[in-house]
């Protein structure tokens, strides 16, 4: 028998409204022993069903839920959420023409817990949740059934799991192992993607729409592109026709990949046109400010400074620091392009910090566009948690 979890009266409101998580303190009782990521039934107190989900005994979001129906966990149920998640972006891989997307965004597929990123024809998986976990031969069958010419790999090399009461792992799931480099395109630009070893599935897809659009600030322009990870949007600036690009990263892998797409996309190098730099970015700015080096568009692209609420002070100030230092090394009308992939910063904290950054370069600054993840990283209306990528083109004067 499916176990059941009944919510604390008055603690049914935000399932009701199909947000997919139930937390410790609204449980009152669980009925049944359900094990590790097990599918339950969930109730409000009154006794009335409410939706299926996953337990996680370890974690303070005690379920997940699946389904707000009544139906099977199984693979025929994750087909056709699978299949729900492709049609949904079909028209933007057509558009961009992809071979490289996001195919499952989690909560905002309604697959809480699971990531999946497909690249050419492998399927990358990302498992954080006690339920995905439990559901991997389901999914994997899934995934089968929806593309059968696929390859799968798992990649949940992610310290979140731990919450989950789950061990990091990786490995093939079917068919095999991911070579060194498989290609992707998007807009017209070929990335090389490493699976294996890159960082998160291989690659930054949520920036897509980010450096689609940071293309029209750039030609003829002197660029310096900070955290470039395997050259992003210092691909996109060669192709807009950026006079110098300076890429600067820690990760020489990420760098010399970098270096590997501009040659593969057949751009001119030559004469430094483009420059690939092992620098850390909170050094060079304050070096490039001290010597009085100047650009005339910097893009500024940090990984996650706020992995929980503890961290959101210090990475305010984080965000401050290296915006006020890119202020500072901008020619009077030049254009910052600036992110935040910190979910717990909202999107006007973020444009406050700007604004504060702007007082302390003492530059004049104004938000001329804004950014959001690109549309296959898409949010659900009932779980705006979904939202987490924001930006700016800022004139610096
Ligand atoms: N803009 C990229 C994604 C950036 S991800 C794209 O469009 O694909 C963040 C990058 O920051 C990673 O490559 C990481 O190696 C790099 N990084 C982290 N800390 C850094 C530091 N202090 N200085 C330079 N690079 C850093």
């Known amino acids: 028998m499916t176990s059941a979890i009944y919510l604390v009266k008055g603690r049914d409101k935000s399932l009701r409204r199909k947000h997919p998580w139930v937390f410790s303190r609204g449980i009152q009782r669980i009925e049944g022993e359900p094990t590790l990521g097990e599918t339950v039934d969930v109730y409000a107190n009154d006794g009335q069903w409410l939706a299926k989900a996953a337990y996680s005994p370890h974690s303070q979001i005690r379920a997940r839920v699946w389904s707000f129906e009544k139906e099977d966990i199984d693979s025929a149920f ?5 299949r729900q998640a492709q ?20 909560e905002s597929d309604g ?15 990302q498992l954080l949740s006690a339920g995905a976990e439990y559901q991997k031969d389901a999914l994997v069958k899934a995934l089968n059934t929806c593309f059968p010419d696929c390859h799968i790999y798992e990649r949940s090399d992610v310290a979140v799991r731990k919450k989950e009461g789950l061990e990091e792992r990786v490995g093939v799931l079917h068919g095999e192992l991911p070579p060194k480099s498989v290609v992707i395109e998007e807009n017209g630009i070929k990335i090389n993607v490493d699976i294996v070893n890159g ?12 450096r689609f659009q940071s293309m029209k600030y750039v030609k003829d322009k002197d660029v310096l592109n900070c955290f470039s990870y395997t050259g992003g949007f210092g691909l996109y600036a060669l192709k807009g026709g950026a006079k110098r690009v300076i890429n600067a990263d820690v990760s020489q892998p990420a760098l010399d990949t970098a270096k590997f797409n501009a040659e ?7 004469k430094k046109r483009a420059v690939f730099l092992n620098a850390d970015v909170f050094k060079l700015l304050r070096e490039y400010r001290d010597q009085g080096t100047k650009f005339d568009v910097v893009i500024m692209d ?9 961290q959101l002070t210090g990475a305010c100030r984080g965000y401050k620091d290296i915006n006020m230092l890119a ?14 992939c910190s979910g717990l910063m909202e999107q006007a904290l973020f444009q406050k910090i700007i604004a504060d950054a702007a007082l302390d370069a003492g530059r004049d600054v104004k938000f001329v566009e804004r950014f959001e993840q690109a549309a296959d990283h898409p949010t659900d209306t009932a779980y ?3 939202f987490y990528l924001k930006g700016f083109a800022c004139k610096v004067f």
């Open 327 to 340: 202020m500072q090394i901008l020619k009077p009308g030049g254009t910052l392009l600036t992110y935040s």
């Open 78 to 82: 994750f087909v056709k959420r699978i």
């Open 264 to 270: 593969l996309n057949e751009f001119d190098i030559s």
């Open 302 to 310: 940090p990984p996650k400074f706020a992995e929980s609420k503890a």
């Open 199 to 210: 960082h998160k599935t291989g690659f930054y897809l949520d920036q897509r729409d980010s």
């Open 111 to 125: 697959l809480p817990g699971i990531t999946i990123d497909k690249y050419d024809n492998y399927l990358v998986c």
């Open 87 to 106: 049609m949904l972006r079909d028209d933007f891989i057509e558009r961009d023409g992809l071979t490289g997307y996001r195919l499952i965004a989690a």
């Open 384 to 386: 705006p948690e979904g």
